[in-house]
């Protein structure tokens, strides 16, 4: 299952353009960065199902909407291959800040050709994917046709593109024109596959062998035999998440100051929290030494929700104790209690609204637990059994005087 999350974050231009970050429903194994096709959105099928599909292998995607485009600020007319660059860069600097920098980057035509062009500047990324990409930015114009002519005359002209009007520049012609993608894919030290069909009648066959060519190893080609170039089909874009996934894994690998439940320290009698380095507040617990657990904040305040907030594990220890203890109490009493549920909340309320607080002002912290008692208890025994649910140790520490220290270890 995935969980989709709209943001919005500062592209190259100063404009904010619109997000989508798609997180699989479990651990986060790394984050990928899709680039759409020139005057797609982020929300084409080929990115969607992409997405859909890489989040089913624990790897979350952020695809964006380019500056002008789809829900974006921002004038077309004013962009250029060079500002979606930049637009790519920006997008990275915004997962390492608030998530996590991304490990792979994918691009779909013309954002294929982008994400090789933004691979040097996006220093974490590992492993770089295109799928129907042009080896030159400059095979856009080709979309243009009889309207070169006019933009390079008159500085500007009105292209019907996917059935839609655009705006074109002369400075756009002359920014691809200026391209020199060949000479980046020749130094761009990191993994690179490739992705392109033979029968693709808008970016040729040609243009993944001259990306090939001009690629050093590692470098990987597959082909997408009778897809078309917006991969139109389910089962193409469904193909090449399960191949991305597949080809990426040995590129993903943690790297220096990422912990795994493997290093952790641990003592036999006492907790360790660790920060794994998977996120701005994702961390890793010892509990002595023998179970391994995770604690994060949830996507709306910046976390990668891939473990239980700190909260969370307080509403957990209160609530197994209670169960516990009632189990302890009604087995000792020889009650026939099947079986005990504790269903707990966490807020914070003002104090005036508090009707049982010694507080008067401010906020105070609310914990309300619902008790469910499953079995042919009397309701004198349902009473009692509830009653000492209020006497675990747990509900003792949280409702009497805590002392607490710290040491700052060298």
């Given at each position: 299952m995935t969980n989709s999350q709209k943001i919005t974050f500062s592209g190259a231009l100063g404009d904010e353009l619109a997000a989508r970050l798609d997180m699989p429903d479990g651990e986060v194994r790394a984050y990928a960065l899709f680039?759409?096709?020139?005057?797609?959105?982020?929300?084409?099928?080929?990115?969607?199902?992409?997405?859909?599909?890489?989040?089913?292998?624990?790897?979350?995607v952020l695809r964006f909407d380019f500056t002008g485009l789809g829900a974006s600020e921002g004038e077309f007319a004013n962009t250029n291959f060079t500002s979606n660059v930049g637009d790519l860069v920006a997008a990275a600097d915004y997962m390492r800040k608030h998530l996590e920098a991304p490990k792979i980057l994918i691009g779909h035509s013309l954002g294929g050709a982008a994400v090789l062009a933004a691979a040097p500047d996006i220093k974490d990324a590992q492993a770089v994917c295109t799928i129907g990409a042009p080896s030159d930015p400059g095979h856009v114009a080709n979309n243009f046709s009889d309207a070169v002519k006019r933009i390079e005359a008159e500085g500007e002209a009105e292209v019907t593109l996917v059935g839609r009007p655009f705006r074109i520049k002369k400075q756009f012609l002359d920014d691809i024109r200026a391209q020199?993608?060949?000479?980046?894919?020749a130094h761009l030290d990191k993994a690179l596959l490739i992705?392109?069909?033979?029968?693709?009648?808008?970016?040729?066959?040609?243009?993944?062998?001259?990306?090939?060519?001009?690629?050093?190893?590692?470098?990987?080609?597959?082909?997408?035999d009778d897809a078309d170039h917006l991969l139109s089909k389910r089962a193409d874009a469904?193909?090449?998440?399960?191949?991305?996934?597949?080809?990426?894994?040995r590129y993903l690998e943690a790297e220096p100051g990422q912990a795994s439940t493997d290093e952790i320290a641990s003592?036999?009698?006492g907790v360790v929290v660790e920060e794994s380095?998977?996120?701005?507040?994702?961390?890793?617990?010892?509990?002595?030494?023998?179970?391994?657990?995770?604690?994060?904040?949830?996507?709306?305040?910046?976390?990668?929700?891939?473990?239980?907030t700190p909260y969370d594990y307080l509403l957990t220890a209160l609530g197994a104790c209670k169960s516990m203890t009632m189990r302890m109490y009604a087995e000792r009493k020889g009650w026939p209690l099947d079986r005990a549920r504790v269903t707990l909340r966490h807020e914070k309320i003002h104090a005036e609204d508090c009707e049982t607080c010694e507080t008067e002002k401010g906020m105070v912290d609310l914990i309300e637990a619902d008790i469910e008692l499953l079995g042919e208890l009397t309701d004198e025994q349902r009473q009692k059994i509830f009653e000492i649910a209020e006497r675990c140790p747990v509900h003792q520490t949280l409702t009497h005087e805590v002392s607490m220290t710290a040491k700052l270890i060298k």
């Open positions: 680039a759409h096709c020139f005057t797609c959105t982020k929300d084409i099928f080929a990115a969607s199902r992409i997405a859909d599909g890489l989040t089913a292998h624990g790897i979350a020199k993608l060949k000479d980046v894919i992705f392109h069909s033979p029968i693709d009648n808008i970016v040729g066959i040609d243009n993944a062998r001259e990306i090939y060519e001009a690629a050093k190893h590692p470098k990987s080609f597959v082909t997408l469904g193909y090449c998440a399960n191949v991305i996934a597949a080809w990426a894994e003592i036999e009698d380095g998977r996120g701005r507040y994702a961390n890793i617990v010892s509990v002595g030494g023998r179970h391994m657990l995770k604690a994060d904040e949830p996507l709306s305040v910046g976390g990668n929700d891939s473990g239980p």
